[in-house]
């Protein structure tokens, strides 16, 4: 069975932080070479914002960089982004996605938690 859900998500002043997890079925951490966190603002179109492969490896967004924490915890099945000094432009629905292909392409998604800095 496919499963993603996040959690973790809410309201923030900026320079605040948060961190979203993913809770994905086993079936599909195992069965997944990558996973992802993409985000979508209003008005804007969905932008990938981290990934992390099988191995640990990982990518980020230039405007991410430095900034956000992607990783990953085998023994829950669970993804993380931890987001560090969060701002105004940074709100956005955050989804997390698992995928087949470098960069992680989403072969399939989470529902989507908010986050709003303000």
């Known amino acids: 069975d496919v499963q993603l859900v996040e959690s973790g998500g809410g309201s923030v002043q900026a320079g605040g932080s948060l961190r979203l997890s993913c809770a994905a079925s086993?079936?599909?951490?195992?069965?997944?070479?990558?996973m992802a966190w993409f985000r979508q603002a209003p008005g804007k179109e969905r932008e990938g914002v981290a990934g992390?492969?099988?191995?640990?490896?990982?990518s980020y967004a230039d405007s991410v960089k430095g900034r956000f924490t992607i990783s990953k915890d085998n023994t829950k099945n669970t993804l993380y982004l931890q987001m560090n000094s969060l701002k105004p432009e940074d709100t956005a629905m955050y989804y997390c996605?698992?995928?087949?292909?470098?960069?992680?392409?989403?072969?399939?998604w989470g529902q989507g938690t908010q986050v709003t800095v303000s």
């Open positions: 996605a698992a995928g087949d292909s470098w960069p992680c392409s989403a072969k399939y």
């Open positions: 086993r079936t599909t951490y195992y069965s997944s070479y990558c």
């Open positions: 992390i492969d099988r191995s640990g490896s990982t």
